[in-house]
């Protein structure tokens, strides 16, 4: 069951590395700062002291997958409680770039980990309790997904910056990663918001705005 706060918003941004959604949310946290919201902006895995710390290892380290799966749900149940929960309490909208879609994505049908599993630890790290105002699993309301094929995400980031260890994968893991969100919205469009990425930052702009202005521009 997807659960907010009675006021509290929160959105995820995903899609393959190099798809362009860390170009669009100060778009997004400004049109909802026009519309008198108060916006925390935050990051996965991140978001906390000991999660970036957390992040620092995943995105440079070599290790094997459940260690990288327990890793991000680590980071994520401190982000969670020190930061998510928060903000959505205090009527927050809150932009999370990345968050549990990511763990199916690239643990799950990139890295080939047990869904299954992941299951489990996304019950353990975000179930709130039954008799919260929250119950049920914290998820994001909405998740703008920045679809783009890998080879076009790749001619982008090669050069832009020196790649870390998930970049630094080749075009075929990317290729499951993209089928990962595809899944993920498939199994529940009325959370998904799909950007068609492979257009100017201009025209990918004007879709995510165009999206804020239908679901949350009404008076
Ligand atoms: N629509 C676009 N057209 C052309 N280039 C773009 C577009 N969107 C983003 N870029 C460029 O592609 C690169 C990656 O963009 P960005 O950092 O926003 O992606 P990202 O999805 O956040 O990546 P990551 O998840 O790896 O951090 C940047 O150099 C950015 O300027
Ligand atoms: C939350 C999360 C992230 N990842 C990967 C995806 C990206 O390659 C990096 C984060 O880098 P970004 O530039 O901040 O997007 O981490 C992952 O594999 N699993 C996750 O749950």
């Known amino acids: ?5 009675p006021s509290g ?7 393959i590395d190099g798809a362009g959604k860390s170009s669009h949310i100060a778009a997004v946290a400004d049109w909802f700062r026009a519309h008198g919201r108060h916006v925390t902006l935050t990051r996965e895995p991140g978001g906390t002291p000991l999660a970036e710390k957390l ?3 995943l995105l440079h380290d070599a290790m094997d997958p459940l260690s990288e799966a327990l ?6 149940r401190d982000h969670v409680l020190q930061v998510i929960q928060p ?6 909208v809150l932009l999370c770039d990345r968050f549990t879609d990511a763990t199916f994505a690239y643990q799950g049908y990139g890295r080939g980990f047990d ?17 919260s105002s929250q119950a049920g699993l914290l998820e994001p309301e909405l998740c703008f997904w920045f679809d783009l094929p890998p080879a076009i995400a790749a001619a982008r980031l090669a050069g832009a910056r020196q790649p870390d260890k998930f970049e630094s994968e080749a075009e075929p893991f ?8 595809a899944a993920r919205a498939a199994q529940s ?15 990918v702009r004007e879709q995510v705005l165009r999206h804020c202005e239908q679901v949350w521009g009404q008076p």
């Open 55 to 57: 992040r620092e290892l």
């Open 1 to 5: 069951m997807t659960q907010s706060t």
């Open 87 to 92: 903000a959505l309490a205090r009527g927050d």
């Open 9 to 15: 918003l929160f959105i995820s941004f995903e899609g």
């Open 71 to 76: 890793l991000m749900f680590a980071a994520r």
């Open 189 to 203: 469009p009325q959370r998904f918001a799909r950007i068609d990425a492979s257009q100017s930052l201009e025209q």
């Open 174 to 181: 990317f290729q499951r990663v993209a089928s990962g969100y």
């Open 115 to 131: 869904l299954q599993v992941l299951r489990q630890l996304e019950q353990w790290v975000q179930q709130q309790p039954e008799q």
